[in-house]
Nanobody
Framework: QVQLVESGGGLVQPGGSLRLSCAAS????????MGWYRQAPGKQRELVAR???????HYTGSVNGRFTIFRDNAKNTVDLQMNNLKPEDTAVYYC????????WGQGTQVTVSS
């Protein structure tokens, strides 16, 4: 069973940047499509970025051009670089396979506010 641990969240002003990290246990991480999801208060969890094992990236429209997903299959990590953050990016961010099949980690809170 893969376990996921997210980190790197925090409070940032609009226009700022954060880099989130996800560490995954398990020996077959490299075969999965991995993604970053987020859940804002009162809203459903949504997928914002995903990356295939061979490096193809896809983003939801609202973050396209601002967020970049990275993965290191050797280290079993997947990161999310977030630039030009907006208040509407405020949410708890999670990583998981796409579609999500692993147990969810605790997530990491991102708050964008002045």
């Amino acid at each position: 069973q893969v376990q996921l641990v997210e980190s790197g969240g925090g409070l940032v002003q609009p226009g700022g940047s954060l880099r989130l990290s996800c560490a995954a246990s398990g020996s077959i991480f490299s075969i999965y499509v991995m993604g970053w999801y987020r859940q804002a208060p009162g809203k459903q969890r949504e997928l914002v970025a995903r990356m295939t094992s061979n490096g193809n990236r896809h983003y939801t429209g609202s973050v396209n051009g601002r967020f970049t997903i990275f993965r290191d299959n050797a280290k079993n990590t997947v990161d999310l670089q977030m630039n030009n953050l907006k208040p509407e990016d405020t949410a708890v961010y999670y990583c998981n396979e796409v579609p999500a099949t692993f147990s969810w980690g605790q997530g990491t809170q991102v708050t964008v506010s002045s």
